[in-house]
């Protein structure tokens, strides 16, 4: 069998290069004396482009108009340009379906989720995770662990808090808490838990004030839990816990949603404690805070 292969591969090899030369020749000429549109039609036009550049440009399908304004402007330069346009390819790369939600009613811009704010609580301080009555705490091996979420109606975040230690008398633990802007290094706020300065009980949790900020629509941020201690975090995944949402002021965000990098995930995704939120009444409290301003930083927490 291995010597029919020996001879077959030749055979093919050859018989793949006549075709592909018999392709790239040009036909012989006719008698009849056919045009060279004619001539040009018998065969499929092979033409070799090399690019040292390809930009894909992501569209919306609807987005006609966006699209016309780069044709008419740095598009049409790099097209018109003789030594540009030989290097630099630009395609456009859009969706096969448009998406029906204008875009004043979506949870963001880039998204086609419809938002949906039903009976905002107003003018008291919602707890944003909370453990399920009948969900044991203990210590995982888990040292560091983090959530992102992405508010979608202005909130002011007015506590930190750690899941208590149901084996712990008081509390016995040194845990830090920050709050980070997405893909910025620097954290908003930071609490640190010890046994001296716990902060105060609430249900199922410690909670420390920390400066309040208005977070506008669409901030999307990360609460991380670091463990100062040998021993690891009061954990629990995110399908271990409510989420209260306020009345879908913010959503949770996993990793496996792809909305936010992976690499500025820090530690574990889940849930090793929460925050106090109050939702922004702009008609009332416009006036008395402002928002955070917060600079731009490149690299990775």
Not at 21 to 44: C, E, K, V
Not at 51 to 69: I, K, P, Q
Not at 178 to 184: G, R, S, T, V
Request: with cysteine; charged share 20%.
């Amino acid at each position: 069998m291995r010597n029919w292969l020996v001879l077959l591969c030749p055979c093919v090899l050859g018989a793949a290069l006549h075709l592909w030369l018999r392709l790239r020749s040009p036909p012989p000429a006719r008698a009849s004396g056919a045009g060279r549109a004619d001539q040009l039609a018998l065969l499929p036009q092979w033409k070799s482009s090399h690019y040292d550049v390809v930009v894909g440009v992501l569209s919306a399908r609807n987005n006609h108009e966006l699209r016309n304004v780069i044709r008419s402007t740095w598009l049409k330069h790099l097209v018109q340009h003789p030594a540009l346009s030989q290097r630099v390819l630009v395609k456009f790369i859009i969706g096969a379906h448009g998406c029906e939600v204008p875009v004043e009613d979506r949870e963001d811009p880039y998204s086609c989720k419809l938002l949906n704010i039903t009976n905002p609580v107003l003018n008291q301080e919602i707890e944003a995770f909370s453990l399920l009555e009948d969900t044991s705490s203990g210590l995982s091996e888990d040292r560091v662990v983090s959530v992102s979420f992405r508010v979608l109606y202005p909130i002011v975040i007015t506590s930190l808090g750690v899941f208590y230690d149901a084996n712990d008398v008081g509390f016995q633990r040194n845990i830090t808490v920050k709050l980070y802007q997405a893909e910025q290094e620097e954290a908003l706020f930071i609490a640190r838990f010890s046994p001296p300065s716990c902060g105060v009980q609430v249900n199922k949790l410690w909670y420390k004030p920390v400066e309040q900020f208005i977070l506008p629509e669409s901030f999307e941020g990360t609460i991380v839990w670091e463990s100062q201690d040998l021993q690891g975090l009061v954990s629990r995944n995110l399908h271990k816990v409510t989420v209260n949402d306020g009345g879908g002021v913010l959503r949770v965000i996993t990793a496996g949603e792809g909305a936010l990098p992976h690499e500025f995930m820090e530690g574990v995704e889940g849930v090793a404690g929460g925050f106090l939120y109050t939702i922004q009444d702009e008609n009332a409290e416009a006036q008395k805070r402002v928002t955070r301003p917060v600079p731009h930083r490149q690299g990775q927490r």
